[in-house]
């Protein structure tokens, strides 16, 4: 019989720092979908799969770290956990601070975050202060905070997150038979690349287990990891940190990121490059996946689509390859964008009245 998923430290604890006496802080998270996107398939010459990290239990790849950095907050007996958000991680680290009964602050930037992630992390009793700065400013905080008062801080600046993030990579191996080629996805605070190139890095050599030995290798290779930046946050490609960073893409809208060193070391180790897309670029992506494909995302989840569809334009996407490209939030957390047309008007419903024949001619239908 099909067990029941039991979410990413159970499914992978001989990988990630817990024991059997751990207690587990977790709302099902991981075991999402690897699916076949054909779209893009047809129009690279390549099988593209989406890992689509909507599905997980707050409905971004957050919860994956989410579940290790709460774990990590009560074994260290933390009474109260801080993060500074652009959107979910506040609603990740509400719901999994509920889960582990411990009170959650959460620092947003003032405007800046979309209506579904703000209603998240208030229905789940988190205390939300806005403030009057960018993310960079509230990281800036939300860490000096951590350090100085009594407040465990869950950004991925806390090693805990990185270690359960890099679970993505492990699903993706397990459900392929091996490493993708390429791995493509949006890059903001850059804890993302940094993990899962962490992932296939481990699965890729003997791993000495913690609490089951050496484990043998899993994939035969690591895939280059192209990472794609909105660019108006674009730091990596500037080579400096961006003071305002700008792009209706808010998961992404950073201009410091905390995992600098470790997301230059992820695109150089694998022979990758991090690159920037525009907002019209990432719209178009994000009609792409929901027209074409059936994935519905937050915009800038479509960062890493968009970054592929241009490389595919500009003749550098290879054939024959296998690309997996994260998309990393729910459609539902934005969903103003999907009704934003492309001339930029809002799509309004045809009303009609309360009969058959008129709606079968608004739908052109003859009767059959
Ligand atoms: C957090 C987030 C990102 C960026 O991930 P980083 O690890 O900060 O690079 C991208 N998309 C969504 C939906 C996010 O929530």
Redesign the pocket.
């Known amino acids: 019989m099909a067990h029941q998923w039991r979410g990413v430290i159970r499914e992978y604890a001989d990988r990630l720092p817990v024991t059997e006496a751990t207690k587990v802080i977790t709302l099902g998270e991981g075991g999402t979908p690897l699916v076949h996107a054909q779209k893009l398939s047809e129009l690279t010459g390549s099988t593209v799969y989406l890992k689509v990290e909507g599905m997980n239990p707050t409905g971004?790849?957050?919860d994956r770290g989410m579940t290790m950095a709460m774990t990590a907050a009560v074994e260290a007996g933390a009474k109260a956990v801080v993060c500074a958000s652009?959107?979910?991680?506040s609603a990740s680290a509400a719901a999994y601070a509920t889960a582990a009964g411990l009170k959650c602050a959460v620092l947003v930037p003032e405007g800046k975050i979309s209506m579904g992630k703000l209603s998240q992390a208030i229905a789940h009793g988190a205390t939300l202060l806005q403030v009057d700065g960018n993310f960079d400013n509230c990281l800036d905080i939300a860490r000096k905070l951590g350090e100085s008062y009594p407040v465990f801080l869950v950004n991925?600046v806390n090693p805990a997150r990185i270690q359960g993030q890099k679970t993505g990579a492990f699903e993706i191996v397990d459900a392929l038979g091996d490493a993708p080629d390429i791995h493509v996805l949006?890059?903001?605070?850059?804890?993302?690349?940094s993990a899962y190139w962490k992932g296939y890095k481990e699965y890729s050599a003997p791993f000495e287990s913690a609490t089951a030995g050496t484990l043998p290798a899993v994939s035969t290779k690591t895939p280059a990891m192209w990472g794609f930046q909105a660019a108006g946050a674009a730091p990596f490609v500037a080579g400096h940190p961006i003071t305002e960073p700008d792009t209706i893409a808010t998961?992404?809208r950073?201009g410091n990121?905390a995992s600098w060193d470790t997301a230059i070391a992820a695109r150089d180790e694998s022979g990758g490059f991090i690159d920037a897309v525009t907002d019209e670029e990432i719209l178009d992506a994000h009609r792409w996946l929901s027209a074409k494909e059936g994935v519905f995302v937050?915009p800038?989840?479509a960062a890493g689509v968009a970054g592929l569809i241009k490389k595919h334009a500009a003749g550098e996407v290879p054939s024959g390859k296998t690309i997996v490209i994260t998309v990393?939030?729910h459609g539902l957390k934005d969903p103003q964008w999907a009704l934003r047309t492309e001339d930029g008007s809002e799509v309004q419903p045809v009303k009609v009245p309360n009969d058959v024949v008129t709606v079968a001619a608004e739908l052109g239908l003859e009767e059959s």
């Open positions: 971004s790849f957050k652009t959107g979910n991680t991925s949006p890059v903001g605070n850059a804890g993302n690349i998961a992404i950073i990121p937050e800038g989840s990393t939030g």
